[in-house]
């Protein structure tokens, strides 16, 4: 019903930055919530930063705080993760999903299939 992908991953030296970005297509207009959700090799995800569709509110873990800025533009149906000073340690496979108004509490129910961040040390 609705079909996420994202873009804008890649390799980036300690300190340096970058924009994720999701474009959604498909049934736009049952979307409540964007988040990112990270996990690397050997380690539980996590969800980074969440986004609520209709008002904008903002949800971060502690560790990317002051660092990372979650959005959306719901005319284009795009939502954006901008990652700074990045950390070694942010290095995981970014993942976005929504949560639409048929899922639970606390439950996203599409994904997409995830960008790959390295941050060299």
């Known amino acids: 019903q609705v079909l996420l992908v994202e873009s804008g991953g890649g390799l980036v030296q300690a300190g340096g930055s970058l924009r994720l970005q999701c474009a959604a297509s498909g049934r736009t207009d049952s979307i409540t919530h964007m988040a990112w959700f990270r996990q690397a090799p050997g380690k539980e995800r996590e969800r980074a930063a969440v986004?609520?569709?209709?008002?904008?509110?903002?949800e971060y873990i502690d560790s990317v705080k002051g660092r990372f800025t979650v959005s959306r533009d719901s005319a284009k149906n795009t939502g954006y993760l901008q990652m700074n000073s990045l950390r070694p340690e942010d290095t995981a496979t970014y993942f976005c999903a929504i949560r639409s108004v048929a899922a639970g509490s606390n439950e996203f129910d599409y994904w997409g299939q995830g960008t790959q961040v390295t941050v060299s040390s």
């Open positions: 986004v609520w569709w209709s008002g904008g509110s903002t």
